[in-house]
């Protein structure tokens, strides 16, 4: 079993700021890549930003120049800093990890989601 836990979620007007972040544990062999997605009423999920075991890093398009993912390897956890905020960045963020937990099992978890609003 994995457990993604996430926190950080909330109300911001506007322009302001919030940072998510994201423990994972339990059985985990190995972390090919952490991420954020993300899913608005009536919307289809979609990637907000990705970092792999690497420290690659792959944001969608609608975030870059603005969000900012970070990973810690050794702890499983990934931040996500979210600047200059929008009320089209409401939605329901999840955490994702794709990885092994063992040497042939393949994961690909998800957290709860917390929820993000933009709002004056």
């Known amino acids: 079993q994995v457990q993604l836990v996430e926190s950080g979620g909330g109300l911001v007007q506007p322009g302001g700021s919030l940072r998510l972040s994201c423990a994972a544990s339990?059985?985990?062999?190995?972390?090919?890549?952490m991420g954020w997605f993300r899913q608005a009423p009536g919307k289809e999920r979609e990637l907000v930003a990705q970092?792999?075991?690497?420290?690659?890093?792959n944001y969608g398009d609608a975030v870059k120049g603005r969000f900012t993912i970070s990973r810690l390897n050794a702890k499983n956890t990934v931040d996500l800093q979210m600047n200059n905020l929008q009320p089209e960045d409401t939605a329901v963020y999840y955490c994702?990890?794709?990885?092994?937990?063992?040497?042939?099992?393949?994961?690909?978890?998800w957290g709860q989601g917390t929820l993000v609003t933009i709002s004056s």
């Open positions: 339990g059985s985990i062999f190995r972390v090919v890549a």
């Open positions: 970092v792999t075991a690497g420290q690659s890093t």
């Open positions: 994702n990890l794709r990885g092994y937990s063992d040497v042939v099992t393949t994961l690909d978890e």
